[in-house]
C-alpha cells in the first residue's frame, strides 16, 4: 500500500494528470443510467477520498473503506461528515447497503486473485440496495501489462520535490511495482521504498466474479478509464 507516501498521493497523481473530477462526472451519470434515483455511493478503496470529495459535490451521499491507515485517516481529513471505514475489501461488512458501490483506479487489483475477487464482488454485492448498482474500474489484465516497463513521475514546486520510478515485473498473474521515491522537502532529502502486488484480471475473471456474487455483468463504455470499466445490478 501507499502508507509511506500517503500524504504525497494526490500530489504525485495531479503530476499525473489524474483528473478526479471528470472521473466522478462520468461514474455519477453512469450510475444513474443504471438507478436514477441513487443517492447512497461507498468507494471500495477509497484512497485519500478525492473522488469521494466529487460524488458529494454531485449530490450523493457517501461512505468509503480503505485498508491503508494513512489513507483512511487523510479520507477522514477531506471528508469530515463521511463515513470512512479501515477495512479489507474481501472481508468488510458495514452493516449497510447502498445505492451504488463503485472501486476505481484499479483497487481491486490488490485482491491479487480471482478467489479474492470473488469475495470482494460478493461483500460488494452484500452492500448494494436492490436494484443498486456495482462499477469498477479495472487493473490491468495479463495481456496488456508489460513486464520491464521503466515509469517515472517528477514534481517539481518550490517546497517539495519528488521523483518516483520503477521498473514493472511480472510472476504469473502478479503484477509487481518496486516503486522507488527520492522526497526533497526544507527538512532534507529521504529515500522510500514500496512494493505493490496485483493480481492481472481479464474481463472473463471479473464477469465469473460478478455472476458469483449475483450481479449482472456488462463491459461499459471506459469514458476516462483507459484500462476499461466493467458495471451491474443486484436484483430489484
Same mark, same amino acid.
Given at each position: 500500500?501507499?502508507? &509511506? ?6 500530489? $504525485? ?26 443517492? *447512497? ?6 484512497? *485519500? ?7 458529494? !459535490? ?24 463521511? !463515513? $470512512? ?5 474481501? *472481508?468488510?461488512?458495514? @452493516?449497510?447497503?447502498?445505492?451504488? %458501490? %463503485? ?5 481491486? @487489483?490488490? #485482491?491479487? *486473485? ?54 514493472? &515485473? ?32 481479464? #474481463? ?28 451491474? !445490478?443486484?436484483?430489484?
Amino acid at each position: 500500500m501507499f502508507t &509511506k507516501t500517503a500524504a504525497f498521493y494526490d500530489t $504525485i497523481y495531479a503530476a499525473r494528470g489524474k483528473d478526479y473530477r471528470a472521473e466522478a462526472e462520468f461514474v455519477a451519470a453512469t450510475i444513474r443510467a443504471f438507478a436514477p434515483g441513487a443517492t *447512497t455511493l461507498l468507494d471500495v478503496g477509497c484512497g *485519500t477520498g478525492a473522488h469521494l470529495a466529487e460524488f458529494e !459535490r454531485l449530490g450523493f451521499t457517501v461512505s468509503g473503506i480503505d485498508a491503508d491507515p494513512k489513507m483512511v485517516a487523510l479520507a477522514r481529513s477531506r471528508l469530515p461528515d463521511a !463515513r $470512512i471505514d479501515f477495512a479489507d475489501m474481501t *472481508t468488510f461488512d458495514l @452493516g449497510a447497503r447502498f445505492d451504488a %458501490v %463503485v472501486s476505481l483506479f484499479g483497487s481491486t @487489483g490488490y #485482491a491479487r *486473485t480471482p478467489q479474492h475477487l470473488d469475495e470482494t464482488l460478493v461483500r460488494i454485492a452484500a452492500h448494494l440496495a436492490p436494484g443498486g448498482v456495482a462499477l469498477v474500474e479495472p487493473f490491468l489484465d495479463a495481456s496488456v501489462f508489460r513486464a520491464g516497463h521503466l515509469d517515472a513521475v517528477f514534481v517539481d514546486r518550490d517546497d517539495l520535490k519528488i521523483a518516483r520510478m520503477s521498473v514493472s &515485473k511480472q510472476m504469473g498473474k502478479i503484477a509487481i511495482l518496486d516503486f522507488h521515491y527520492l522526497v526533497a522537502t526544507l527538512q532534507g532529502v529521504e529515500r522510500l521504498f514500496e512494493r505493490h502486488e496485483l493480481g492481472l484480471f481479464d #474481463a472473463a475473471t471479473y464477469r465469473a466474479a460478478y455472476d458469483a456474487a449475483g450481479l449482472s455483468f456488462e463491459e461499459l463504455a471506459p469514458g476516462p478509464f483507459e484500462r476499461g470499466f466493467y458495471g451491474g !445490478r443486484s436484483a430489484v
